[in-house]
């Protein structure tokens, strides 16, 4: 789709997604870096791309759609061959009984496009505008069945010699090679997956390749073990890694596109005693920061933080244990606050999430780049903002607390087990108590559970037996505690958490809880999950929690403490938001008793 510059400044202006000045200013930038006008907005993320095709849809008075890859009909596959589809970004996602074609593209001005693919399928035809995004999506289920392509190649190569395989010719690793092909396919089935990581672990017959959706690992395929040796150097050459060094650790990265959407792949190989394990995490580069909403954040919480990143100095810290959420969570702050005036800088390990127009830097131990030689660099650099990646040591924790003395919000990351336990971690980093009282603002603690997929999780009435667990796991057995539980859906309600389920409870009871649901996919299951959601406790450093910093107050005084203030625990929000059918009580439970 490609919108005209003056078009497409009346669109923007019109439907006030920007000032006139704005785009005066995107125009220059536009002719600065002689790249057009629409790539600079999107790339500037002023209104994402679905939002842009629907204004450009209204203007130009073309159908709007956004095409769903699961419900395009074979039928619609064979009409259109691969190579015509992906040349004119053109994809036939319904036909009706009455013979009706229905016709996504990406430019349906394209009259010559047009004509060519009625030509090749005939009778009636509706033709739609759609994003680049949602046809790039569609036009995989050119792929068929992922899987069932990776057998194919996998029987190829367990075909050939399995001796001896740590002897690798150039021809087994090449680009062309099965090996590729298995790469490229283990790839691209964990992308569709949903994966965040894969996991390649030689076993004594096999290799046993394994994902991890949602937080949950799971096998998905055993590969044969002579393929072993050149699965890791065709991963090592893409990663740019020492190909005959096994004895040591190694970590590289490379980028792939798939679907229009690019991925940067973080390697780590290890030594383990059959061979290298290597773990591959996968980053959609085009992710866009999630709202602090969206993450699950609600009720005091949202208050409490909403409050305290407003502040002009003071430390915020997130903490939980690796793989919790919390680098999601500073990338959606960061973001709310990232403004032309403001000067973010951060210093991290490694960069996950490209912020643009944030300095990212990141860490390098063999040339001395640490997080703290890196922090006495950053506050040299005027910044308002400092993230910090983590907190490991006592060196980097003094020097992010004197940065925020000194007129700086920063932010940073720890590693305790709960919100309360993070100031007790300070001090064993020997910060002094007044220092962290006066400087830190909040403390968020985190989890992440499985969302329950809302169009088919199931509302079920649980036993007496099941009700009286949950109220003894919960402290609920207090008809006062259970009542603020039924306050508290209320409030959660209100704000949308869990869209528009009725209540689960009343004042005298749990009425209903959910469960996952059953729906056939390309795989043949599904879990009745997906993605995850956070759930939180947010701790407000008052005056009350401050006294007990400095008079050496323990951990359960200040939770009991900070509880008293309105802060709900990370297991109330897990709660709450099972109530809400947004999770499980065991999806809570698993998380929280970790």
Do not use: C
């Amino acid at each position: 789709m490609h919108i005209p510059d003056g078009t497409l400044e009346r669109l923007l202006v019109q439907s006030r997604h920007l000032t006139k000045e704005d785009v005066d200013t995107l125009k220059q930038e536009s002719v600065s870096s002689r790249v057009p006008l629409q790539k600079i907005v999107l790339d500037n993320k002023k209104i994402d791309e679905a939002t842009l095709t629907k204004l450009f849809a209204e203007y130009t008075g073309t159908p709007y759609t956004e095409v769903n890859p699961e419900r395009i009909p074979p039928e619609g596959l064979e009409r259109i061959p691969e190579r015509i589809a992906r040349q004119y970004n053109a994809i036939l996602f319904q036909i009706d009984p009455d013979g009706l074609q229905h016709l996504a593209m990406e430019d349906p001005d394209d009259v010559q496009a047009i004509n060519f693919i009625q030509k090749q399928i005939g009778g009636r035809v509706k033709t739609y505008i759609s994003p680049h995004g949602s046809i790039q999506a569609a036009l995989e289920n050119y792929r068929g069945n992922v899987d069932k392509e990776l057998s194919k190649v996998i029987n190829i190569q367990s075909e050939k010699e399995t001796a001896k395989e740590e002897k690798i010719s150039d021809d087994d690793i090449g680009e062309d090679s099965p090996i590729a092909q298995t790469i490229n396919l283990l790839l691209e089935y964990a992308i569709k997956s949903g994966a965040s990581d894969i996991h390649i672990e030689p076993r004594e017959d096999y290799v046993q390749i394994r994902y991890r959706i949602d937080g949950v690992l799971n096998e998905v395929n055993r590969l044969p073990r002579n393929v072993h040796a050149a699965l890791i150097s065709r991963l090592k050459i893409l990663s740019n890694l020492k190909i005959d060094e096994r004895r040591i650790p190694q970590d590289g990265r490379f980028k792939i596109e798939v679907a229009g959407k690019k991925y940067s792949l973080r390697v780590s190989t290890l030594p383990i005693a059959d061979g290298e394990k290597v773990v591959i995490r996968i980053l959609d580069e085009s992710n866009q920061a999630v709202s602090l909403k969206d993450l699950g954040f609600w009720g005091y919480s949202m208050q409490t933080i909403t409050s305290a990143i407003t502040e002009p100095h003071g430390m915020i810290l997130v903490t939980g244990p690796t793989g919790s959420g919390k680098s999601t969570t500073l990338f959606s702050m960061l973001s709310e606050l990232n403004k032309p005036n403001v000067n973010i800088s951060t210093i991290e390990d490694p960069v996950e999430y490209k912020i643009k127009g944030v300095n990212q830097t990141q860490t390098n131990e063999g040339a001395g780049m640490t997080f703290a030689n890196g922090l006495r660099a950053l506050v040299r650099q005027d910044p308002n903002i400092i993230m910090i990646g983590e907190i490991r040591d006592g060196e980097t924790a003094s020097l992010g607390i004197q940065a925020a003395l000194t007129g700086h919000l920063v932010f940073s990351t720890l590693h305790t087990n709960n919100a309360a336990t993070s100031f007790p971690r300070l001090l064993d980093m020997d910060v002094e108590p007044f220092l962290i009282a006066s400087v830190v603002r909040v403390v968020i603690g985190q989890r992440l559970v499985r969302k329950l997929e809302s169009e088919t999780r199931i509302a079920y009435a649980p036993t007496e037996n099941e009700k009286m667990n949950i109220m003894k796991l919960f402290n609920l057995e207090n008809p006062q505690n259970f009542r603020y539980i039924h306050e508290l859906e209320k409030q959660a309600a209100s704000q949308g958490i869990g869209g528009n389920v009725p209540l689960s409870t009343n004042e005298s009871g749990i009425l209903s809880l959910y469960k996952p649901g059953e729906r056939e996919d390309e795989s043949g299951k599904h879990s009745g999950f997906k993605g995850r959601v956070g759930i939180y406790e947010v701790l407000n450093n008052t005056n009350p929690i401050q006294r007990l910093i400095t008079g050496d107050g323990t951990s359960d005084q200040l939770q009991l403490q900070a509880i008293s203030e309105g802060m709900i625990t990370m297991q109330i929000d897990g709660l709450i938001k099972a109530l809400r059918g947004v999770t499980t009580i065991e999806e809570v439970l698993r998380v929280t008793r970790e």
